[in-house]
Structure formats: C-alpha cells, structure tokens
C-alpha cells in the first residue's frame, strides 16, 4: 500500500494535468465536515426452529456515530484525514446467549462477554489518511466501502468497517478507477480487528488480503447510463469478477429503470486444492467439498411514476457453490453481519445458495405524491427455488432441486423535514422468512435515527 500512495503523489504524465483549481479553493480545516449520527434500534427476531423460548432474539440499543472528513491542504498536493468513531450501549437485553429455557436471548446488536450475556458498552474509532493529486485520491487506514464485490454492512446498531488502502480517479472524463487493498474488518457487533473470511470457512481460517479494482464509465453522450467493471479476490478463497449495466429511461409516462449484474467466481489458493479445503479453507456449496464454483447474474425493472415505484426481477445461480462475499460470522465470533451487492439481499435472507433460482418484486410509495412529504413504505416478496445446500460440514448436500424458500418484507418510515427535529426518522421493518433449507424466522426493527451535519469550515472562515 506505501507503494500506491508514492505513485499516487508522484508527478506522471498522467497525474500532472493542468491542477484542478478547486483542489486549492479552500484548506484543510475550511473544508471540514462532521456528521453526528444519533440511532435508538430494537430487534426483535423469532427463529421458529427453536422449542423453546431461548429461540427468541430480543435487543435494544442507543449508538453515536461521529463521521468527520477534513479538507485538503493547498497546494499541487493535498493532504488530509477522515476519521470515525463509534459508541453503542444496551438499553435491554436478553439472558445468556445458548442457554435453555430463558425468556430470550442476546440478539446480534452488542458483543458477548465469556458467560455469553451482551456487553453493556461497546465502541470504536478508526482513522484515515488521504492525500490528492489534481482528480486522483489515496486514502489509507479505516474506511466503510461499498462497491458490488465489497459492501460494509450497516444493518445493526453500529456499521461494519474495514482496514486497508484504495486509490480512486477521476482524471479521464466519463470514467472513474479505483483500486485497492483490504487488511482486517471489524464487525457492526465488534471491537476487535479481524481478518477476512467466507460463509463455510472453518473455525478461525481467514486472510488478510483482499484486494480490488473497478472502472465506472457514465458515457456523456447517452443519459443516465452507467457500465462497470470490477474485480475482488480473497486471497487462499475466491476470485471474482463483476459486469453491471444500470440505465434509466424516461417514458412518455413515468420511466424505466433496467439493472443488470453479473458475476463470475472461482477458487483461489488453498481454497483450489483439496489438502486447503481440507484445513477450513472452503464455502458452503454442494457436491464440490468447499470449492468456490459459481455464476450469479440478475435483471431488475423499475417502473416509476409519480410517487409510485415498481420493481420486478430474476436472479440466477449456477455452479457448485453459493455466491462468495465477505462474511466474518462464520469464522469469528461476535464479528457477525455480512451484505452482498444483489437485489435478493433482504431483510432476513440473501437467497444466494448454490443452483438458487429466485423470482422478486417490491412497490414503494412515496406519500409526498400526495401531500405527506418524508413518509414512505415498502413491500417485497422473494420466492426462490432449485436450492443446492449442505449440512453444517459445508461437505454432505442434504437437500433437493425441489427445496424452496420464501419472504416478505414490510417497511415504513417517516422522516420530520423542518423545524428543530428536522431529518429525525423513525422507521418499522418486519420480515417474515420462510425456508425449507434454513431456518424459519420472523423479524421485527424499530429504529429512530437522527442525524446532524456540521459544516466547520464555517466556522473557520475569517
């Protein structure tokens, strides 16, 4: 990674167009932003496979988020930092986690001490250093990405944030690269750093490289098309590649959005070889003891007229294992939560098993359309079918081309939008998840989420 910050800062043919005069229009501290996230989140989850109360997931938290990304210095080269830090404490909890016959257990929001009750604190802080160089950007240290083969994963009390470095430019109109290097993640329920890993890995088997590469293109010349490529390797597990083409046209009456993704994954290292499969090195697939071997490719139409927003689409697994993508739960404890850039990714399941076949559909509102501005629903129903899965030995296929599963996701939310609780949201997601291969669950989230933008250069100005 020192490498690619010294290409970064070093003056190329490439890097050395004429200076990009807004890199120098402000300053390190004139151009500071801090973000103070306030989110109130209870979880309530019934997994149904359990005979007993000790099935029942129940927690309830406070965390603060506080975001601040500097500016840059002036000059042909720009330096700054961004930094994070994070804080979450339980406001009510279960019992000791595995324990028969309790009321509920400890959910996923809080780490767990020794004797498995939840933690009554918990936090972090990371930091990063950047540096610019006309339209290209280094960034090294903590950062939360999102891109189709890594997305950090927000969906608890506290977001899931990851260690390494990436270079991002924008220095070819209608274009934009990036490239980097990931080391070790901590978990949305975590303070520890971990290394990476996969869903099926064994106990503790992980890697800490990870390294990624994109190219976005938005052509001028054609509106609201946007073509990418991108790659992501786990070293000793996976390889893939990504192709994804969104566009939007406008209708005579309303518009279509067309979304197509696409990936192609292969083994990598020990993963390959059955003597590393055989050390943990694997994923959850079927009839090919652990080996990375799968295409996954989607299409996703949205119609959109007025304030209502209509979404059908197909999604399509084949090979012999189910879609890779980072996911820490399976080999760490206490790391849990993972995302995966598909449209089936839900509120309970993902629907990316092996052979996976999987039919989806959501209508949205939006009741500004009709005088209520900040309240908006939701609901999606996913049916998959032609399921490959395998026992907890991620070895042994133990269900059919028949198995099928199935779920349905509510959401509602309302954000304030003036006065002094301007952008306070509260927000209802209740899923229900029904599976013939995974368990049953039921899914219940109240979050209240408030959120504050400082602009500190403001302040700073003379």
């Known amino acids: 990674m020192r490498k690619l910050l010294i290409l970064t800062a070093t003056c190329t043919s490439t890097l050395c167009l004429p200076f990009n005069a807004t890199a120098q229009e ?9 973000t103070i996230t306030a989110k109130n989140y209870y979880i309530n989850t019934d997994n149904r ?48 986690s595995g324990k028969a016959g309790i009321d509920r257990n400890p959910g996923t929001l809080f780490p767990l001490k020794r004797n498995g009750k939840a933690e009554s604190s918990f936090g972090s802080f990371g930091a990063a250093a950047k540096v610019r160089v006309s339209k290209t950007e280094a960034k090294y240290g903590t950062f939360i990405p999102n891109m189709p083969v890594i997305v950090a994963n927000n969906g608890r009390l506290l977001p899931q944030t990851f260690d390494g470095g990436m270079i991002t430019s924008n220095e070819f109109k209608d274009f934009t690269f990036l490239g980097g290097k990931l080391e070790h993640a901590k978990g949305r329920a975590s303070t520890n750093q971990q290394s990476l890993s996969v869903s099926g890995a064994g106990k503790g088997v992980a890697s800490n490289k990870f390294y990624f590469g994109g190219v976005e293109y938005t052509p001028s010349v054609v509106k609201d098309l946007k073509l990418s490529y ?21 209708l005579p009456v309303g518009s279509l959005t067309t979304d197509v993704r696409y990936f192609y994954s292969d083994s990598n290292g020990k993963n390959g070889k059955a003597s590393g499969r055989a050390e943990g090195y694997r994923i959850k697939g079927y009839n090919n003891k652990g080996e990375v071997d799968n295409q996954t490719w989607s299409l996703a139409l949205t119609y959109k007229l007025d304030g209502h927003s209509l979404t059908a689409g197909y999604q399509s697994l084949s090979g012999n294992s189910q879609l890779p993508y980072l996911d820490q ?19 309970v399941g993902k629907f990316v098993n092996a052979g996976e076949r999987t039919w989806f559909a959501q209508y949205a509102f939006n009741f500004a359309d009709i005088g209520v ?62 599976s ?20 500190l250069g403001k302040y700073l100005k003379p």
């Open 373 to 434: 501005p900040g309240l908006t629903a939701s609901i999606k129903y996913l049916k998959g079918s032609n399921l490959h899965k395998v026992n907890s030995s991620s070895i042994t296929p133990i269900n059919s081309k028949r198995t099928t599963e199935w779920e349905r996701d509510i959401q509602l939310a309302y954000k304030i939008q003036s006065g002094p609780l301007k952008n306070l949201e509260f927000a209802w997601k209740n899923g229900m998840f029904r």
């Open 49 to 96: 496979e359990h005979q007993n109360s000790s099935g029942q997931l129940r927690e309830w938290g406070q965390g603060f988020i506080f975001d601040y990304k500097s500016g840059f210095t002036q000059g042909t080269v720009g330096f700054g930092v961004d930094a994070i830090g994070m804080i979450g404490y339980r406001l009510d909890s279960g019992g000791r």
């Open 26 to 34: 402000h300053g390190f501290l004139e151009d500071s932003k801090l």
């Open 230 to 250: 991108y790659y992501g390797g786990l070293k000793e597990f996976y390889n893939q590649h990504f192709l994804g083409l969104n566009h939007k046209l406008a």
């Open 436 to 455: 013939g291969a995974d368990n049953n669950m039921d899914d219940n989230r109240l979050i209240a989420t408030y959120t504050i933008d400082f602009d």
């Open 329 to 347: 739960g399976s080999a760490w404890s206490g790391a849990g939560g993972s995302t995966a850039y598909v449209w089936t990714d839900s509120l």
